[in-house]
């Protein structure tokens, strides 16, 4: 989603972009923490939360509602164990990749599948739905107390009385790396493409916000290098908080998990997953 740019983020990507560009890349620039077209290399992989998702919607029954869908790492498992989806995104591109995706599965499971390009903030669903989860953080890219309020309001707008919300955030502890650049490489399967990708973190612990500067270099053996520069916030919430928030916009928190595999959350986590009723 695009947001206002500081001045400290303007400063970083007209820096960055003129020494990417001189150094012969192709620079493109994003507003959030993910990158439609590099996505599934850095994070489709991640498969730790699908089991437990699958049981609970395996418990609550359909439609899901997956919330920030994005390229469909949930959402395809979930169509394919039978499961109604609506597929909710804010981001075109995101949606593109999931409609190619899924354009490979069987009619019958594609028949499943609503897409909805919408907010989270100001969404609606074809009809209720039983069961709404909200992935690996991206509920903190909701940069505000008030936009997230907002966002959960109305979700419980989308779900059953009685339906159950699975939302997967950080626990929010002193990051020891804030404000000192971190890189990570990833080499693809077919070896030909290195991914490097960094970030800056800048924490406000006032505001309870992280703000990133990243970026993401394809650098092909054969062709030009590809940079890809965002910046985002994440408004951390803390357990009570989150406790609290969800009280105030209609759901009651049923438990508070500390990992995928049923654990309460303690001093040791960090993930939690808030799995939350609507009420009645
Ligand atoms: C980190 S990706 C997660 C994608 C997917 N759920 C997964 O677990 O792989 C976050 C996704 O949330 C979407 N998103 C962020 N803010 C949103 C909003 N306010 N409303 C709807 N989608 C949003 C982004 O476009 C992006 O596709």
């Given at each position: 989603m695009a947001e206002q740019q500081t001045g400290h983020e303007a400063e970083f990507f007209d820096i960055f972009t003129a020494l990417y560009r001189w150094?012969?890349?192709?620079?493109r620039r994003g507003?959030?923490?993910w990158v439609p077209e590099v996505y599934d290399l850095m994070e489709g992989d991640f498969e730790d939360d699908i089991p437990?998702?699958?049981?609970?919607?395996?418990?609550?029954?359909?439609?899901?509602?997956?919330l920030g869908c994005g390229t469909g790492r949930l959402t395809i498992p979930l169509l394919q164990e039978g499961f109604e989806v609506f597929g909710l995104d804010c981001d075109e591109r995101m949606l593109d990749i999931l409609r190619a995706k899924t354009a490979a599965l069987p009619e019958e499971d594609r028949a499943r599948l609503t897409?909805?390009?919408q907010d989270m903030r100001w969404c609606s669903t074809p009809r209720p739905a039983s069961l709404a989860v909200c992935s690996t953080n991206t509920f903190l890219y909701l940069g505000?107390?008030?936009d997230q309020r907002q966002a959960l309001r109305s979700i419980a707008g989308c779900l059953k009385p009685g339906g159950t919300l699975w939302l997967d955030v950080f626990v929010p502890k002193p990051?020891?790396?804030a404000d000192e650049p971190y890189l990570t490489s990833r080499l693809l399967p077919d070896r030909g493409t290195l991914i490097l990708y960094g970030t800056q973190t800048r924490e406000d612990h006032f505001s309870e916000r992280s703000l990133v500067n990243a970026f993401t270099m394809l650098l092909p053996r054969d062709g030009q290098p590809q940079v890809y520069l965002q910046n985002w916030t994440y408004a951390w919430l803390h357990p009570n908080e989150l406790r609290l928030l969800l009280e105030s916009t209609g759901f009651r928190l049923t438990v508070l998990l500390g990992d995928y595999d049923g654990r309460e959350a303690d001093e040791s986590?960090?993930?939690m997953v808030a799995i939350a009723e609507r009420n009645p």
């Open positions: 150094g012969g890349c192709d620079v507003y959030g923490g437990r998702v699958l049981e609970l919607a395996e418990e609550t029954g359909g439609p899901v509602l997956d897409i909805l390009q505000s107390l008030d990051n020891p790396s986590s960090v993930q």
